[in-house]
Structure formats: C-alpha cells, structure tokens
C-alpha cells in the first residue's frame, strides 16, 4: 500500500479550516497549479483523501460550469465536514484573492491616470498575452485529439471570431454533440486529461428528491436575493441590476474556465455595456493573474469599474466595493449549489460516457473561444488603433498597422521566450514584464 492509498483520520474542522485558509493563501498558477496544490497537501501530505478520490471528484468538476478547481475544494470539504466544511473550503479558497483584486481594483481606478501605474500595466499587458497564448496550447494538447475535436475548435473560434456568435450558444453546441457522438463513436469523444479513479469513500448524504428540492431552493434563494433586494432599494434601471443579470448567466455557462469565458465578458462589458475599455479589460487580466484564487476573480474587478464609473446615488467608491461583491456573489454562490445538489449523484456522473463526451466536445470548442480571446488580446497589445470590417453577418477586426507598438512587441516576445524556453513561470513572468515596462515608458527607451 503507497502512501497516497493509506488514509489518514478524518481531522478536525479546526485543522481543516487552517488548511483551507493556507491553501486559499497559496492558490496561485492558475486551476493546474490549483489543482496540483490541493493534491500535494490534501493527498500526499496530509492523508485526508485518496488518490482515487481526488480524481473521481476532479472529474465530476470538471462536468460543471465554473472554476473546477474551487469546486473541487468546495468539494473535498463537503465530503470530510459535509455543509459547513464544503462552505468553509469554498470560501477560503475564493476570499484572500477576493480582497487582494478588490484592493487593486480600487488603487486601480483611482491612479490609473498616473504614469507610472500605466507604465507597470503596459509590461503586464504583454506577459498576459504571452500568457494566454500558453493556455491556448495547454487546453489544445489535451482536448485536441483526433480530427473531430480539431473541427470543433475551428468551428467555435470561426463562429466567435466572425460572426460574433454568443459563448453560451458555442457551450451548448458543443455539448449536444458531444452528448449525442458519444453514443455513436464513444473513442473519439473519449475525455482526455484526467483519469477517472475508485471511489472507496462513501458520500457524507444519499440523494434523494426532497434534499435535492431543498438544496435547489435554498441555493437559488440566496443566489437572488442580494439582486432582488438592491432592486427595490437602488432602482430596477440601476446598473447592478443588468450586472448581476449578466454575470449570473456567465456562472452557468463557464465551461472551459476563465481564459474561455473571457472573451465573452470582453465583448459583453466592452462594446455593448461600455463598463470599461479594451484595454481596461487586459489590465484586469494581469491583475487577476498576480492574485491567488480563480482567474475568474477578475469578473470583480470588471463589477468594480462598472460600479465605480456608474454609481447612480452613491459615492463612486461605494458603488464600486458594491459592484465587486455582487459579481463574486452571483459568479460563486452558483458553484456551492453544484456541488451540494450534485455531488450524491457523483457515481453516477462519473462513469457516463454521454457526459464525458459532451465534457469533451465542450473543452475542443473552448480551445477555439481560447484562440480568439488571444487574437483579441493581440491585437489590442500590439496595436493602438483597432477598427472593424463588415460584410453581412461577418465582422472582422481590422488593425492599423500605422499603430504598431514594436516596444510592445518586442515584451511579448520576451515574456513567450520566459515562459516557453526558460520556463520561468507566470508571477515571475509577470513582475520580469511588469518591471521592463516601467523601465522602457518611465526612462523614454
């Protein structure tokens, strides 16, 4: 028997919460370091799970919308201390990285105007884009593996890119044919990435009707209430309204993760809410990427400019605290009602080939939403002026190249060389890039 079989005693809620609070600490590199985090510390260290379960509950994440890997710790808690300990595992994991993008958001819009808040982000800006195009490549090792799931990313980044086809209709494309080729041809939809493992444990509660419709009306309950409340109290015609409106409807259809569902929200909250400019929408990124906790955080930082630029009867910085706590609200109360409605039907989730394959169409289509969120990014890095072609339902972004930025280009090279030849990783990536541009606009190279 290896260590990682042998399973150490339940611990205390007392000892679960200071791992919690560690892991939510430490929770940087994004949902693969993540992961491999929770891993390290939650199998190997301490014993808590095996390695079985790990992964059978990493594969029952993986089928739901949102951060796989806050769930998963979400889950992980829910299964060692039931409720409370999936709720506490849930929160940790997401509330350091929520104050430290609520602090940067604020300094954020306050200071933006200042040159050398402007110079530090003209450096970030060109390690994210080397960043997601790392991701692009990531996803598309993994997902990328026969012809059908090529024509799939192809397919998607087609439709986003040229048509402007909405994200969540790509998801759901994907996913009834994946669901329905399944059945058909079960080796080309077959999930890549993570094994499936034996469930040794058993789940902390049966399922059931009742606990199902219980946990459905509670969950949606507090999903809605915080939006219907500041409706009576702000007005329907407030922005916070529409912004918890879109922002729910992003915590149902984010699959694939952030770097997927954000070309979406840089479409949606750039060009038809005007909340923030292209370029607004890259410095969040990079923000997002220097804290620990999902990379979806920054839909808080994307909820604070919306606030702060639009506060209606209250101070811009109490309208934006105010827009960053709604968006988290709506993005994650989503996710602990998966995981408590779901997780007693895990092993039933787990070993269905159709949801496998619908898993695995979905994540092909991502690698293309990935592709084009890196073109958008790209174009917006490397070039001042962007404007657009249309010819009937196509609509293609046109750059001027009068308004290269070679200084821009010559970072992103050095953050693709740092990433991909000296493998130096994402902050050091980041703070490497972050400081050269600061350099390069301050001393006027």
């Known amino acids: ?95 350091p990285g929520f104050f430290v993008i609520l602090a940067l958001s604020t300094l954020y819009a306050l200071f933006a105007a200042t040159t050398w808040l402007s110079a530090l982000f003209f450096g970030l800006k060109a390690a994210v884009l080397a960043v997601v195009i790392e991701a692009v490549l990531r996803v598309g090792r993994r997902a990328l593996k026969n012809d059908v799931m090529r024509g799939l990313a192809l397919a998607s980044f087609v439709l986003i890119f040229a048509f402007d086809a909405p994200f969540p209709l790509i998801v759901l494309g994907a996913g009834v044919i994946g669901y329905f080729g399944a059945r058909l041809t079960p080796e080309t939809f077959k999930a890549g990435g993570h094994g499936a493992g034996e469930a040794e444990m058993s789940s902390p509660v049966m399922p059931s009707f009742a606990r199902a419709a219980k946990v459905l009306a509670l969950g949606l309950g507090f999903w809605a209430a915080p939006v219907l409340l500041l409706g009576v109290m702000l007005g329907w015609h407030s922005v916070f ?39 607004e929408m890259l410095d969040g990124l990079a923000l997002a990427e220097t804290t620990p906790g999902p990379l979806i955080l920054v839909l808080t930082y994307v909820g604070f400019l919306a606030g702060f630029r639009d506060p209606g009867v209250l101070s811009p910085l109490g309208a934006g605290v105010l827009g960053a706590v709604l968006t988290t609200w709506v993005t994650f109360v989503p996710c602990f009602l998966w995981i408590f409605l779901g997780a007693p039907y895990i092993e039933r989730l787990a070993g269905n080939k159709a949801l496998s394959g619908a898993l695995s169409a979905v994540t ?63 902050i050091p990536t980041l703070a490497l890039c972050g400081a050269l541009g600061m350099l390069v606009r301050l001393s006027g190279v």
């Not at 028997?1 to 042998?6: A, E």
């Not at 309204?241 to 922002?247: D, H, I, K, S």
């Not at 259809?253 to 400019?277: D, N, P, R």
């Open 241 to 279: 309204v529409p912004m918890a409106a879109f922002f729910s409807k992003m915590a149902v259809v984010t699959f694939g993760g952030a770097y997927a569902v954000l070309s979406y929200v840089a479409q949606q909250a750039v060009e038809h809410y005007q909340w923030l400019k292209p370029g």
């Open 1 to 95: 028997m290896t260590v990682m079989d042998s399973i150490a005693p339940t611990p205390t809620f007392s000892e679960a919460l200071r791992v919690w609070l560690r892991i939510g600490l430490t929770s940087f590199g994004g949902p693969a370091g993540q992961i491999a985090l929770m891993h390290k510390v939650l199998v190997e260290e301490k014993r808590w799970v095996s390695e079985g379960r790990f992964l059978h509950a990493l594969n029952y994440c993986m089928l739901l919308p949102g951060p796989e890997a806050q769930q998963l710790a979400t889950y992980i808690g829910w299964l060692l201390h039931g409720v409370r300990g999936g709720l506490v595992a849930g929160t940790l994991f997401v509330l």
């Open 364 to 426: 092909a289509a991502v690698v293309g939403v990935i592709l084009n969120l890196a073109l958008w990014f790209a174009l917006h890095v490397l070039f001042a002026q962007v404007g657009s072609w249309t010819f009937g339902p196509v609509s293609l972004p046109v750059p001027q190249l009068s308004s290269f930025d070679a200084k821009a280009a010559g970072l992103a090279i050095i953050a693709m060389l740092a990433l991909f030849r000296f493998k130096l990783g994402m």
